[in-house]
């Protein structure tokens, strides 16, 4: 039983409609839908569910674990483990999981695994992102080695794109020329790449130049676009927003000229005022970093935040305008229903939408709407 007035509201119809957005700008490639890091903080299980009835037949993950819980919520369609198996291969065999190769030590692993039949796989080549993958030089040998072993089966090839929410698409340009060469030695090689892709949400609303930069791609790997968010400002898109994250006030204050609020005096009330105590804090996802910067909507008005963001609770100047305790306070929400958006929360915490989403914390419950 939850006795915390706070809540994060998903709204599943959003997500859904965003999926039906990406697939059209996709333009006949498949959707691997990416549901890693708990759906984006929106929850993997029923994030995965409404993907899947909206046309998804394939998900990704970053881990096995990820993959694992998944499949025990009843998901059955291929999930992709981007981080790689390392050495939790026998769960991702077991669990029917789509392994990721970075190096020849994910192939020995996998080797190893014994499965009855081929274990479909595929192979990332660090194009330039620097972070996964294989090194383009040896990408080649690294594919020929996994068409050769008939313990697995080359089933796609792919790239992650490090700069496309830029307003430059040299760089990512480059990045698919470099893995189109691969697919197309590997093809001369004898080698049949399987599914090639390399499209993140930046690169699939950047349009169609990356698309016509690399024509083999068969499908695109939405992220945060599916939750609503553009990875950039100049990246224009009909995304609807998922998450609205709420609590209530739980106490009200009158505060002096000169009284400080909050954990280390931080704040110090320039007249006075009334300051709302509400139902949230760091553990529940505000950073810290939006003390004194950051604000909410009560009543339809901005209250900016009042003092340092502790644990559990975070305190917000209401001036003199009306409010109650039990009050609804939307700390973000979607701008077209009025509300701040989070990237706008992001902003005055100086982080990424990304981070607050994923940071909203497991002690906060997710209502799902339809």
């Known amino acids: ?64 674990a990820e993959g694992v819980a998944l499949r025990a919520a009843g998901i059955r369609a291929e999930l992709l483990v981007l981080g790689g198996v390392h050495d939790a291969a026998d ?64 089933a796609g090839v792919y790239t992650h794109f490090a700069r496309a929410d830029e307003p430059d698409p040299a760089p990512s340009l480059e990045q698919a020329a470099r893995l189109r060469e691969i697919v197309a030695r590997a093809r001369e090689a004898g080698v049949d790449p399987g599914l090639v892709h390399c499209a993140n949400s930046a690169a699939i609303l950047l349009g169609d130049a990356l698309a016509a930069a690399l024509p083999e791609a068969g499908a695109v790997r939405p992220g945060i676009a599916l939750y609503g968010v553009r990875p ?52 529940d996802g505000v950073p810290i970093a939006a003390s004194g910067r950051g604000s909410v909507l009560i009543r339809g008005r901005r209250c900016p935040l009042a003092g340092r963001v502790s644990m559990d609770f975070v305190g917000v100047d209401a001036g003199d305008g009306p409010i109650e305790i039990g009050d609804e306070a939307i700390l973000f929400g979607p701008a077209d229903q ?19 989403l994923v940071r909203v914390g497991p002690r906060v419950p997710r209502v799902y709407a339809d």
């Open 91 to 154: 769960e991702a065999l077991e669990a029917g999981l789509t392994p990721v190769i970075h190096h020849h030590g994910d192939l020995e692993r996998l080797r190893k695994g014994g499965a009855a039949a081929a274990i479909p796989v595929h192979v990332e080549v660090d194009t330039g992102m620097r972070r996964m993958g294989v090194d383009p030089e040896e990408a080649l040998p690294l594919l020929l080695a996994v068409a050769r072993e008939p313990a697995l089966r080359l």
């Open 232 to 283: 950039a400002p100049h990246l224009a898109a009909a995304l609807q927003p998922a998450m609205t994250l709420r609590t209530r006030v739980v106490q009200l204050r009158v505060a002096r000229a000169g009284e400080a609020v909050g954990y280390n005096a931080l704040y110090r009330a320039q007249r006075r005022t009334r300051i709302a105590t509400l139902a949230i804090g760091y553990a």
């Open 1 to 64: 039983m939850d006795d915390r007035p706070t809540a994060a509201t998903v709204h599943l119809g959003a997500i859904r409609a965003n999926c039906a957005e990406l697939a059209r700008r996709a333009a006949g490639r498949e959707l691997i839908a990416v549901v890693k890091a708990d759906a984006y903080g929106h929850g993997a299980p029923p994030v995965a569910r409404a993907l899947v009835a909206a046309g998804c037949r394939r998900l990704a993950v970053a881990t096995v």
């Open 338 to 356: 009025g509300l701040l958006p989070v990237e706008e929360a992001a902003a005055a915490a100086g982080t990424m939408a990304y981070e607050m």
